[in-house]
């Protein structure tokens, strides 16, 4: 039976994929569009703060493939599924997401805002944190159902100013009764929402919602592509529902949405020597765009691991905020118990909190490097 291997002394959020396997999409076209984006820029004279943003990023993706913020294969894949008009919004986007972290930079929204539909998971992988019972028994009070009521709240305060938004965090997504609800929703708002899904409650009705909302990224969360592995890293899980009901959406975008922008993945945690990807790949080429495997990080119970000598400060302070269930936002999900929440957004609102007291007593210590004072941070390897 396949074992979590030795966590990775350094865990690399800017960097977590093993390999990822994609079409190469037509790189020169996109580039056109960013140097006539950048000419529109400077023919404006004065630039808001916003422009400035976005003509930084043009300036580093017309550079080479060493800059900051380059021109990688699943960026020119996410912009080629934009028009003009959307394509300023994305650049402000991803630039802030990926430069502003290791530059200590930070503005009045996050990056990327992470909503949690729920903590309650049917599965029990054995990287995950819902292996611990201290975080799964319900007496406990971490699992629940975000309302609609909060959920609303959050995205109508998040339009406009983010456009990246993750459904996903500590539990399965799709098992919140009025996920489909909470698609139509967001649908229109944001350029760059996001599902991770274990795909075991994949129905009809959240294909159709999925597509018809514009999602632009949906993961597929399958670590091995036969049995008894499959089974063996994702307990409580069934390779053939998986199977079927990936197919069950491949199909559905096919014949009903043929111009959808939704990218699919399947991407796996690397945990042992049996996973192979060209096996994945052949399994799951004709199913989805992507598949994919990135690394292990001890997310299945930081608060027991040894505390550690790392410095160097944690990204997620400046790339994205979760909002959990309950209204918490925390800085990451590896602190599972959100020990480090900087209040909620049921009272407050989400940009409020990220640049709260709480936030930047967090991202101060984390730049002065002592993150060896806050905990978990002092046992996490996220850097």
């Known amino acids: 039976m396949a074992t979590t291997p030795t966590p990775p002394s350094v865990y690399e959020k800017s960097n977590s994929f093993v390999e990822i396997r994609r079409t190469h999409p037509e790189r020169e076209n996109v580039r056109g569009r960013?140097?006539?984006?950048?000419?529109?820029?400077?023919?404006r004279g004065s630039l808001s703060d916003r422009d400035e943003i976005v003509r930084e990023a043009c300036t580093?993706?017309?550079?080479?493939?060493?800059?900051?913020?380059?021109?990688?294969?699943?960026?020119?894949?996410?912009?080629?599924?934009?028009?003009?008009?959307?394509?300023?919004r994305y650049l402000h986007y991803r630039f802030r997401y990926e430069v502003f972290p290791p530059e200590f930079r930070v503005d009045g929204y996050p990056?990327?805002?992470?909503i949690e539909p729920t903590s309650i998971c049917n599965y029990r992988c054995i990287f995950c944190y819902q292996t611990d019972t201290a975080f799964?028994?319900?007496?406990?009070?971490?699992?629940?159902l975000m309302p609609m009521d909060l959920f609303k709240k959050v995205v109508d305060e998040a339009e406009g100013k983010v456009e990246a938004i993750t459904l996903a965090s500590r539990g399965e997504p799709t098992l919140h009764k009025q996920f489909a609800e909470m698609?139509?929703?967001?649908?229109?708002?944001?350029?760059?929402?996001?599902?991770n899904t274990n795909a075991s409650k994949l129905t009809d009705e959240l294909c159709h919602a999925i597509l018809?909302?514009?999602?632009?990224?949906?993961?597929?969360?399958?670590?091995?592509?036969?049995?008894?592995?499959?089974s063996q890293l994702r307990v409580r899980g069934d390779l053939e529902t998986v199977l079927t009901n990936v197919k069950r959406f491949h199909d559905i975008r096919e014949r009903d949405y043929p111009d959808a922008r939704t990218i699919t993945r399947v991407s796996g945690v690397k945990v042992s020597e049996e996973q192979d990807l060209d096996q994945m790949d052949s399994v799951w080429h004709d199913l989805v765009d992507q598949v994919a495997f990135v690394k292990y990080n001890p997310w299945e119970n930081t608060y027991l691991m040894p505390e550690n000598e790392i410095e160097t400060p944690c990204s997620e302070y400046w790339r994205r905020t979760f909002v959990l269930w309950d209204g918490a936002v925390n800085p990451c999900d590896t602190d599972y118990m959100a020990t480090l929440a900087a209040g909620n957004a049921n009272e407050a609102s989400v940009s409020e909190l990220w640049r709260g007291t709480r936030y930047e007593g967090l991202r101060k210590l984390h730049q002065a490097r002592q993150r060896r004072g806050v905990s978990p941070c002092n046992r996490c390897t996220v850097v």
């Open 34 to 43: 960013i140097e006539a984006l950048a000419q529109r820029l400077d023919a």
């Open 60 to 88: 580093e993706l017309l550079k080479d493939a060493d800059s900051r913020f380059a021109l990688r294969d699943f960026v020119v894949e996410e912009i080629r599924k934009l028009d003009d008009a959307e394509l300023e």
């Open 111 to 114: 990056p990327l805002l992470q």
């Open 136 to 144: 799964t028994t319900p007496k406990h009070g971490h699992m629940g």
């Open 183 to 195: 698609l139509d929703y967001l649908g229109g708002k944001f350029l760059a929402v996001k599902i």
């Open 212 to 230: 018809r909302s514009g999602v632009q990224t949906l993961v597929f969360s399958a670590d091995a592509a036969t049995e008894p592995l499959y």
